[in-house]
């Protein structure tokens, strides 16, 4: 029978996304991008516009960027192909994945990530559904992003946790950061050996940032 949320000292974990479960490569994106452009320096235009941060929110849709790209920096290609250019880079970490379900079925596990329709849609896709399977708060439909405070507001608010009793994890050291800052317990995640013990000495002894 799975344990009720409240049996350990963390009543929900919180995993990002992207350098967590899904390993990426931006650089590989830049250059494959950048390999279909007409105009020169247009590495330097892809990096601009792909920062905009309307597009982790929503605000802007990836067909604007698509868009954009063609009329800055000479990128030839249609949206069909932009859009499998666009997800290229993502990948899947199975024993990550495994190991996150595991959690899931016996606790409240959340994901929390940065993105963007499209590349979600193609995460689902890569992992037969199973990402689809776990409560997931995604910038694009908060309106909202990682490392601004706001963001993890709405995340704990929307399901109902406590950050002090939920504990985040996240590939990037700035949004771990900010996570604290709004109340979360939260740990840099460098691999899932590392955080196996992590988070079994936390259970033993939670530690409040």
């Known amino acids: 029978m799975p344990e009720p949320a409240t049996a350990a000292p963390f009543a929900a974990l919180v995993f990002d996304v992207g350098g967590v479960i899904v390993p990426h490569d931006n650089e590989a994106l830049y250059r494959r991008l950048a390999a279909r452009c007409l105009a020169p320096q247009a590495e330097a235009t892809i990096r601009a516009a792909i920062r905009d941060p309307g597009y ?67 995460l689902l896709r890569l992992s037969a559904g199973r990402l689809g399977g776990f409560e997931a708060y995604l910038s694009h439909e908060l309106g909202d992003a990682k490392p601004a405070p706001s963001a993890f507001r709405r995340v704990a608010a929307a399901a109902g946790i406590e950050p002090a009793r939920a504990l985040f994890v996240d590939d990037k050291p700035a949004n771990v950061a900010a996570a604290r800052r709004a109340g979360f317990a939260a740990i840099v995640f460098t691999g899932l050996a590392e955080f196996e013990r992590e988070l079994a000495v936390r259970e033993q002894s939670p530690q409040r940032e």
């Not at 920096?73 to 996150?100: I, Q």
């Not at 959690?103 to 849609?121: G, I, K, P």
């Open 56 to 122: 982790e929110r929503g605000a802007l849709p990836i067909e604007h960027l698509h868009e954009r790209l063609r009329r800055e920096a000479g990128y030839a290609p249609g949206w069909d192909a932009f859009r499998a250019d666009w997800c290229s880079h993502l990948g899947l970490d199975a024993a990550m994945l495994d190991y996150v379900e595991r959690l899931a079925a016996r606790r409240r596990v959340l994901l929390f990530s940065n993105t963007n329709r499209e590349h979600w849609d193609h």
